[in-house]
């Protein structure tokens, strides 16, 4: 049975600093693509970041190039989503993505 949970959500000044983590099991974490997205309250959910197999190639909205950082502990089957200089339009419910699976998520609000 594949899951994927989400934790290190939890609310933040803006400015401030989160990181997610995504613990998966039941499929071979080591061989696929793993993917962040969020969906903002009344929003549809959108791409934030994705991170290959091995690591070595990531990919960013442009919302976030620069801001966050997404890496991957293959050992630990775990992705991580490492959010700085938060904004408040990065309030949002935020998902993990792989193997065809979801988690159910993690809420993130920035608000002073």
């Known amino acids: 049975q594949v899951q994927l949970v989400e934790s290190g959500g939890g609310l933040v000044q803006p400015g401030g600093s989160l990181r997610l983590s995504c613990t998966a099991s039941?499929?071979?974490?080591?061989?696929?693509?793993m993917t962040w997205y969020r969906q903002p309250p009344g929003k549809e959910r959108e791409f934030v970041a994705s991170?290959?197999?091995?690591?070595?190639?990531?990919d960013y909205s442009d919302s976030v190039k620069g801001r966050f950082t997404i890496s991957r502990d293959n050992v630990k089957t775990t992705v991580y989503l490492q959010m700085n200089s938060l904004k408040p339009e990065d309030t949002a419910v935020y998902y993990c993505?792989?193997?065809?699976?979801w988690g159910l998520g993690t809420q993130v609000t920035v608000s002073s």
């Open positions: 039941g499929f071979p974490f080591r061989f696929h693509t």
């Open positions: 991170i290959s197999a091995a690591g070595d190639n990531t």
């Open positions: 993505r792989g193997y065809s699976s």
